[in-house]
């Protein structure tokens, strides 16, 4: 046989043998991953498959250690349930958990064969670091939508996640952004027993999980974990004044100094009774679980620098990125707010504390009466300082040296997730978009006809951005690149001007 011959055919064999594993990773509720064999559930749709450890319990000497390997198992592992909650207390629509038993992550993809491998989309929850699971979303419409698998994480939360203390080195304060990597690293040597495809991996993840999205793209050690990134509601740089958080909360970032966590986690081993980490490490979960250190550490080794200055020098993965807010993201905030209904009163005092003699200048510019009531005002305020105008100075940053997309998610007859209090309307809030891309656990909600029409086209628009680092397809509206920024609505789907409907022009004058 010649030398031309030869090489063809074993070229045949080995197509052969990766359509066979393709197809058998679509048809079988069976797959083995690298630790060990799993049973998930098939169905006429999909096969999912739920409770896969990713790293070894983080319980015992591990706490507060950088996620390890999980023992690997020989007998067929039940995946048909999701694993537990991470440690945390209760919270808007999520459970309290006292599991550090947690890192756990679930896979959802279309039933059947595939000729070639599926992009994966790898998803990392919200719930400020403190709250939720990667099982409170149902990914089915949008693995079917886009043909698409879905991973959804677990990582650890609040004091478990992000303490800190000078004995913990470089690790203080960022064990569940490592607990997400450790989760990347789990797809890329496992994606391909599920049908999908290691090197077409997206990062995606709302509110906390888009915060941790952007840090991602600029930590070193995530480099060629991901090919694509979605940053929904989590703009590296977020940022808000006294109170403009929510009630109590002094000014700040979603990011800290690892000098500040450590500081602040000795003072809670004082509160405590520990002089030291072994000591810390003894202690029960309900004794940690409602400790108020929930902050992600910079100056640390997943983070070298803050996100926020990371992304102005450049210094990130040049992966293509999709990133947006919602058109009134603050009115969830500001519902939450004790004390309602709000007052003109109210209202005067928070724009005090936040701005000090600036204050009648924002209210002068976000009066009550043309913003329907104190609450509102102050709502729409916040959702310009705090997230639209952040929104638009990242998507310059990200525009000037990669291939970016925003958004702008503007149904403001979205099902809320919270009734509106007194004086308010929730409109466009914070989160509203999840329902549109995958079914909430907890949250029941139903699309009238042209919120699923819109929906269909979301999760075509999130899909192809997977695929191919464009959303864009013939039947749908055109998207253009950023810093334009693309309206979603059930009525039109079309660019608008993001920055002056914000009027980020007075914010950054103010």
Not at 166 to 192: I, K, T, Y
Not at 311 to 327: D, E, H, I, N, Q
């Amino acid at each position: 046989m010649s030398k031309r011959l030869l090489a063809m055919a074993l070229s045949l064999l080995t197509l052969g043998a990766l359509t066979t594993a393709a197809a058998e990773a679509g048809e079988s509720p069976i797959v083995r991953t690298d630790s060990g064999p799993v049973r998930g559930v098939i169905t006429s749709e999909v096969r999912s498959f739920q409770g896969i450890p990713f790293a070894a319990p983080p319980v015992g000497d591990l706490r507060w250690r950088p996620p390890r390997r999980p023992d690997s198992w020989t007998a067929v592992r039940d995946a048909s349930k999701p694993g537990p909650r991470c440690a945390q207390g209760p919270g808007l629509g999520s459970a309290a958990s006292d599991a550090e038993d947690c890192l756990y992550l679930n896979v959802i993809g279309p039933a059947g064969p595939t000729r070639k491998p599926r992009p994966v989309m790898v998803w990392v929850h919200g719930g400020g670091f403190t709250g939720g699971a990667g099982s409170d979303y149902d990914f089915k419409r949008l693995a079917l939508g886009g043909d698409v698998v879905v991973v959804s994480v677990n990582y650890r939360l609040g004091v478990f996640g992000f303490y800190g203390h000078p004995e913990l080195g470089r690790d203080s304060g960022a064990f569940g952004l490592e607990d997400q990597q450790a989760a990347l690293r789990w797809v890329q040597r496992n994606a391909r027993a599920f049908g999908g495809d290691p090197r077409n991996v997206t990062l995606f993840g709302e509110s906390a999980g888009g915060m941790s999205t952007c840090g991602q793209l600029t930590s070193p050690s995530a480099a060629g974990l991901f090919s694509r990134a979605i940053i929904q509601s989590g703009p590296c740089t977020l940022s808000w004044p006294d109170d403009g958080f929510a009630p109590g909360v002094p000014a700040g970032t979603p990011f800290r100094p690892r000098a500040d966590v450590e500081k602040d986690g000795v003072a809670v081993a004082a509160k405590l009774g520990c002089a030291d980490v072994a000591c810390l490490r003894r202690l029960p979960v309900k004794d940690l679980v409602n400790q108020p250190l929930a902050t992600p550490a910079f100056d640390t080794a997943v983070l070298p620098e803050h996100p926020a200055a990371a992304l102005k020098a450049g210094r990130f993965a040049r992966v293509p990125v999709l990133s947006g807010t919602t058109r009134d993201e603050a009115r969830l905030f500001v519902a939450l707010y004790p004390g309602q209904p709000f007052t003109e009163e109210r209202y005067q005092e928070l724009l005090r504390t936040g701005f000090g003699a600036k204050a009648p200048i924002v209210a002068a510019k976000y009066p009550s009466a043309k913003h329907g009531g104190p609450a509102m005002a102050f709502a729409d305020a916040m959702t310009d300082r705090v997230w639209a105008c952040p929104e638009a100075e990242a998507k310059r940053s990200l525009s000037a040296r990669t291939r970016s997309f925003g958004y702008e998610f503007a149904d403001r007859n979205a099902p809320a997730l919270i009734p509106a209090p007194p004086g308010m309307r929730m409109g466009a809030a914070h989160g509203s978009e999840l329902a549109y891309l995958s079914d909430l656990t907890g949250f029941p909600v139903e699309l009238n006809p042209a919120q699923k029409e819109l929906a269909a086209r979301m999760i075509q628009y999130w899909t192809r951005f997977a695929r191919t680092g464009d959303p864009n397809g013939e039947e749908l509206p055109k998207w253009r690149p950023s810093p334009k920024t693309q309206s979603l609505t059930p009525d039109k789907i079309g660019p608008v001007d993001f920055a002056a409907e914000h009027h980020c022009g007075f914010w950054a004058g103010l």
